[in-house]
């Protein structure tokens, strides 16, 4: 079964740097535009970023762009996200999300995410 | 970019009720919508697509409507399992946005 696994969040200081990774399996993970979605804590969803299945596009949230970097290794079935000069607004749940195969711009399957904390 | 805003932000209803829910555009998105069901604690699930095509095994109970810049998700008959907080999304361009969310609770 489709299965998508988020880690590398925590605690970290405002203008320091994070990398997140999500883990990708049951499906073919070289097919699929993948995105980052994010949610502050009890508020809603902002989406963050996505990548096209070959990397060859990218596009990204105007609150994050020239800080966090997109990134995949088709050949680790893996989805990066490298995270620069953070800010305490950063601070939510990340989600990791498959595109859609026909609609790639609809993440239609979500992991569970991840909690990155911006604090001093 | 597109601004969605959804309303209300929070409704009341009993089991057995039906609901709606509007998610309005900046502008025209033809029928580029999303909808998604979030339950506390949980990831986001991907209910509707098109404005108004079910997601593969989303009940008929679910029906999204609308086209241009305004949109209604119509849930019927009520059950419990159906209480969350549900977000439209626009895929017409990038950057992608989502409306602010509607918790539907229990009267």
């Known amino acids: 079964q489709v299965q998508l696994v988020e880690s590398g969040g925590g605690v970290v200081q405002p203008g320091r740097s994070l990398r997140l990774s999500c883990a990708a399996s049951g499906f073919t993970f070289s097919s699929y535009g993948m995105h980052w979605v994010r949610q502050a804590p009890g508020k809603g969803l902002e989406w963050v970023a996505v990548?096209?299945?070959?990397?060859?596009?990218?596009y990204y949230a105007d609150s994050v762009k020239g800080r966090f970097t997109i990134s995949r290794d088709n050949s680790k079935d893996t989805l990066n996200l490298q995270m620069d000069s953070l800010r305490a607004e950063d601070t939510a749940v990340y989600y990791c999300a498959r595109g859609g195969m026909v609609i790639a711009a609809i993440p239609d399957f979500w992991g569970q995410g991840t909690l990155v904390t911006v604090s001093s | 970019d597109i601004q969605m805003t959804q309303s209300p932000s929070s409704l009341s209803a009993s089991v057995g009720d039906r609901v709606t829910i509007t998610c309005r555009a900046s502008q025209d998105i033809s029928n580029y919508l999303a909808w998604f069901q979030q339950k506390p604690g949980k990831a986001p699930k991907y209910l509707i697509y098109?404005?108004?095509s079910l997601q593969s095994g989303v009940p008929s109970k679910f029906r999204g409507s609308g086209s241009g810049t305004d949109f209604n998700l119509t849930i019927s008959s009520l059950q419990s399992e159906d209480f969350a907080t549900y977000y439209c999304q626009q895929y017409k361009s990038y950057p992608l946005t989502f409306g602010g969310g509607t918790r539907v609770e229990i009267k």
């Open positions: 990548i096209w299945y070959d990397g060859s596009y990218k």
């Open positions: 098109a404005a108004s």
